[in-house]
């Protein structure tokens, strides 16, 4: 048995090795673009079923943002909306057999928090200034500076160890019990499965929104409630 | 463990395309449409609060107008109970004018009947009274037409002032009117009687009148003296009339 922590390339582009996490992130993006296209093309404002759902979906994603970051959030919700909805088709592909989902696969989860990352980063900037955003990190005093910069790497570590550990262990232990134990054994675990990913989704999203909002600045009422998320799984 | 560089790097590219294509085909068409219905709500909700003010509006002015009404028909019923009050006061004073006039008119009308009722019945009994007298005279005998009023005609000329008493009988014979024609006794009697009054000499000149039933009469410019039934009938059929 191959090294389930290491990548094939399937085939190549050029020089670029494209692996099967890689192509099960287009195939999703694929449809979640094409499901896009076809759920806004004829919205009205007597909402369908598909638009209900949608604007349920938009309304609830603001109403967390607001309460998270205590801010506008329009200039949040296209990147924390797509992080949320990619990592949760990414999780439930697991049930399209043969389909390994593309966070099981550390670099999947790693480009994610890169990019949460990165947008913690830029936001930070863009709202604070360059000045502010590195002030940030002598809070509460200079001496903390070593810590927050520490603070700043592993809690994006944390964020890809917690993902990948989650999908990996579950993609593993329905691979062991399936090889074990015969074809209709894992069901209940790739229940649990759904439950793991939908949660899963839900905490890369909202972490990822705690680390913004604390980028940008904070209302003062979320700042407890921020850091008690940021300790949760 | 190994990180496969490439593969990190594809789904870095591929999360930022799918956030790019999900923020222009999901994202913003749904915040679109959201922002379109809140504002079709807001106004809605203006309309209608426009509507609610300008039907508050018109109920108000309404209500104003139905106020006015109300006051101008107060206003008008008023000036019509007082114009009606005018009315019958005025009836009433024109109906009260009437019949004082009438009450005027008629008490004028019964005094009137009264007193041609007292003057008929005055004529009537100083006509029965002379008629009466006549009788009864005629059922005295003559001397007591005259005789007994020669006494009476001479106090009654005493009670005149001098100075008519002074005049009389001087330029000529003092008229003397008799019920009957009197004997030459009689007129000696009478003459000595007035020239004792008038404390000189008279002369007479008597005629005879037998409307005076019985009884003397003195005639002179100036004054006249009566003694005579005929009088004294004509005073109580004054009387009489005078008392009703």
């Known amino acids: 048995m191959d090294n389930p922590l290491v990548l094939e390339p399937l085939f190549r582009l050029g020089p670029v090795p494209v692996t099967a996490p890689v192509v099960a992130t287009w195939a999703i993006m694929a449809g979640l673009a094409l499901f896009s296209v076809l759920a806004t093309r004829r919205l009205a404002l007597r909402p369908g079923r598909v638009q209900t759902v949608l604007e349920l979906f938009s309304a609830t994603l603001d109403g967390q943002i607001r309460a998270t970051m205590g801010r506008d959030p329009a200039p949040f919700r296209a990147l924390i909306g797509t992080i949320f909805l990619f990592v949760l088709a990414a999780n439930w592909s697991s049930l399209i057999p043969g389909v390994e989902p593309p966070t099981a696969a550390l670099e999947t989860d790693a480009a994610a928090a890169f990019v949460v990352f990165a947008a913690t980063t830029g936001y930070g900037i863009r709202y604070r200034g360059l000045g502010g955003y590195l002030r940030t990190f002598a809070e509460p005093s200079w001496v903390m500076i070593p810590l927050n910069i520490i603070e700043q790497v592993t809690r994006t570590v944390a964020l890809i160890v917690r993902l990948f550990g989650n999908v990996m262990s579950g993609v593993f232990v329905i691979g062991v019990v399936l090889s074990l134990a015969g074809l209709f054994v894992p069901i209940p675990l790739m229940a649990l499965d759904l439950l793991t990913g939908g949660v899963q989704a839900y905490i890369f999203a909202i972490l990822a929104t705690v680390f913004i909002g604390a980028a940008v600045g904070e209302s003062p009422s979320a700042a407890p409630r921020a850091k008690e998320e940021e300790q949760s799984p | ?244």
């Open chain 2, 1 to 244: 463990m190994s990180i496969d560089w490439w593969t990190l790097g594809l789904q870095a590219v591929n999360l930022l395309v799918l956030v790019w294509i999900l923020a222009r085909f999901l994202f913003r068409p749904v915040a679109r449409i959201l922002a379109e219905r809140r504002e079709a709500a807001a106004a809605v909700l203006a309309d209608a609060e426009a509507a609610r003010a300008a039907a508050e509006a018109a109920r108000q002015e309404a209500e104003a107008e139905t106020a006015a009404l109300k006051a101008r028909r107060e206003a008008l019923l008023a000036e019509a109970r007082e114009a009606a009050g005018r009315e019958a006061e005025a009836l009433r004073a024109e109906a009260r004018a009437g019949i004082g006039r009438e009450r005027a008119e008629a008490e004028a009308q019964i005094a009137r009947l009264r007193e041609s009722g007292q003057e008929e019945a005055a004529g009537a009994a100083a006509a029965l009274a002379a008629d009466i007298a006549r009788r009864l005279m005629g059922r005295l005998p003559d001397s007591a037409r005259a005789a007994g009023f020669a006494a009476g005609l001479a106090e009654a000329l005493a009670d005149l002032p001098e100075a008519t008493r002074a005049g009389l009988g001087v330029a000529a014979p003092l008229r003397i009117r008799a019920a009957r024609a009197l004997s030459e006794e009689e007129r000696r009697d009478l003459r000595d009687r007035l020239a004792a009054v008038l404390e000189r000499p008279v002369t007479l000149d008597v005629a005879e009148d037998p409307s005076l039933l019985a009884g003397l009469e003195l005639e002179a410019p100036g004054a006249v003296v009566r003694n005579h039934l005929k009088a004294d009938l004509g005073r109580i059929a004054s009387e009489l009339a005078r008392h009703g």
